[in-house]
């Protein structure tokens, strides 16, 4: 029998995630904030998926999740934390783990996924990152082994969040969208225009996915 002993996430505290390093701060008072009102916008006794995704590139769709992900694990919910941006994944720079088993394994069978998850220094929170950049994105996103993999973690978790590629360019967000309870859109002020946000609504809301907020980032 093979055991892997994997390693432990040891969050580089100069790094983004302010959430952990600074829990007193105003920023992460703001991300307890935006936690309380995800929770309130759906039903609070039920164990949900949520989608972080954006308009474009670069608007702080990782460092959102990422920082949502330590908020709810700090208020001892037990979250998994999903790398599903499969073309420019980042999680595991953000955690600072081993990216050589991740979801593209899970979904592919060649990683169950216990083997794939890693536990991090932050009380409940679990991190898949996403693996090796796989040629078909979309398929695995859309896959059933997707599906069941957010019906399986749901058995473990209390919550999912799912860090994903923005939503304009391809079809791999779209897909995961409508999968999940929920979905947040994360908007950076000065960045995105006013056109994108609507169109990245208007997107979501044609693939049937459920919005339930939006952040903007100053
Ligand atoms: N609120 C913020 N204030 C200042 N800088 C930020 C903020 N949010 C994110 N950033 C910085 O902006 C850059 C992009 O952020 P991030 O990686 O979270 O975006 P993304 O939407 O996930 O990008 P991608 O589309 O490439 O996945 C990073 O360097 C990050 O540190
Ligand atoms: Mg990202």
Redesign the pocket.
């Known amino acids: 029998m093979v055991l892997i002993k994997k390693r432990q996430s040891r969050i580089n505290r100069r790094g983004?995630l302010i959430a952990y390093s600074y829990p007193e701060s105003i920023i992460s008072e703001q991300y307890r904030m935006i936690q309380a009102n995800i929770k309130f916008s759906v039903d609070d006794n039920k164990k949900q998926t949520y989608l972080i995704t954006?308009p474009n590139?670069?608007?702080?769709?990782?460092?959102?999740a990422a920082n949502l992900a330590v908020s709810m694990a700090q208020q001892k919910t037990k979250v998994l934390l999903i790398d599903a941006?499969l073309r420019?994944p980042?999680l595991h720079i953000i955690f600072n783990l081993p990216n050589s088993i991740g979801l593209t394994d899970v979904l592919t069978g060649r990683s169950s996924l216990s083997n794939a998850v890693h536990h991090t220094d932050v009380g409940r929170l679990d991190v898949i990152t996403s693996g090796l950049i796989p040629i078909n994105p979309v398929e695995l996103l859309s896959s059933m082994m997707m599906n069941e993999l957010l019906v399986s973690s749901l058995k473990s978790y209390d919550v999912v969040l799912i860090d994903s590629?923005?939503v304009l360019e391809l079809t791999d967000t779209k897909l995961l969208a409508n999968q999940c309870d929920g979905v947040v859109l994360?908007i950076q002020s000065g960045k995105t225009l006013s056109d994108e946000a609507l169109q990245a609504k208007k997107v979501l809301e044609f693939a049937k996915a459920n919005l339930i907020g939006v952040i903007i980032?100053?």
């Open positions: 983004p954006s590139k670069g608007e702080g769709k990782s460092t959102t941006n420019n980042s590629h923005s994360v980032q100053e």
